[in-house]
């Protein structure tokens, strides 16, 4: 039976680099059951790439925020990201502990609710209101200077207050506390989507599917993605978030490249070929020496 070419769609996009022997797939990309040997041809280029390796990997950055549609890492990631891949953004939040007085202050009443003036509080949107830490005052001196606190309500902060904060609210001023906040375990984790990338010399800005929660400043994006090893470098232009095809078109037995019709690169096809088989001539001849012998 002859051979049969087959040219698989594995759908979405690819980005390579010129010089690179890495191409990367968009993280929707299903690579499972790609199989190594075959080739990749990468946006109607006319040359061909056999597939030598494949590996699935998880890319992990920090990044800013620009603003709630905008991140940034402060390196250019070149093809490990592209436009597509779904990413989780993971962020931390801290709560506050305790707080002990440092000055007193003066005109604050038993009861007052005092909170921090440092940290950057979450805002519920749903509800548009703040939710800082809160402080009651538990007993003043005869001049209303704070004695105690406790904390009423520890609050949710994507950077905590500062560890001696002045303290606003109340019916008094000029009170300072030591504050105790604590990480906590479970982070925050946003599903979205890379609508567009911008690459500088030392920067990478992504734009997202739609905005991130108010007041987060920072956090760190993961993407799960394929990506192949190719056996020789590419040669073309670096491109990014182009199609490809993956063409299986080899003989059977020894997986030697098929001529085709629609490459003008049909001589390296043919070159490679001849390679392979000088190869296994050499191998058949070293066994006939050795039996020989």
Not at 3 to 31: E, F
Not at 94 to 120: L, N, R
Request: charged share 25%; net charge negative; aromatic share 6%.
């Amino acid at each position: 039976m002859p051979p049969i070419m087959i040219r698989k769609k594995y759908g979405h996009t690819v980005s390579v680099l010129q010089g690179s022997n890495k191409v990367v797939a968009c993280s929707k990309a299903d690579w499972l059951p790609l199989k190594t040997g075959g080739f990749i041809i990468i946006d109607n280029d006319d040359e061909f790439y056999r597939i030598s390796h494949k590996q699935k990997f998880v890319l992990s950055k920090s990044v800013v925020t620009q603003d709630r549609e905008h991140i940034i890492i402060q390196e250019n990631v070149g093809t490990s990201l592209s436009i597509n891949d779904d990413i989780s953004f993971a962020y931390k939040e801290h709560e506050v502990t305790s707080g002990t007085v440092i000055e007193g202050g003066q005109g604050y009443a038993e009861g007052d609710k005092v909170k921090p003036s440092t940290g950057v509080c979450k805002y519920n949107s749903l509800d548009e209101i703040d939710n800082p830490a809160i402080f009651v005052v538990d007993e003043v001196d005869e001049n209303g200077s704070i004695q105690s606190v406790s904390v009423e309500s520890k609050g949710l902060y994507s950077i905590a207050p500062d560890d001696q904060d002045d303290v606003v609210s109340g019916s008094g001023s000029g009170a300072k506390l030591n504050i105790t906040s604590s990480l906590l375990s479970n982070m925050p984790i946003e599903d979205r989507t890379i609508s567009n990338i911008e690459l500088t010399d030392n920067s990478t800005l992504i734009t997202l599917n739609h905005a991130l929660p108010p007041r987060v400043l920072e956090g760190e994006i993961k993407v799960e993605k394929w990506e192949v090893t190719l056996h020789a470098e590419y040669v073309g232009e670096s491109k990014f978030n182009v199609d490809y095809d993956i063409v299986k078109d080899f003989t059977p037995n020894y997986d030697l490249p098929l001529v085709r019709g629609d490459l003008t690169s049909n001589h390296l096809l043919h070159n490679e070929a001849m390679s392979i088989i000088d190869k296994k001539i050499k191998e058949l001849e070293e066994k006939i020496d050795s039996l020989g012998s």
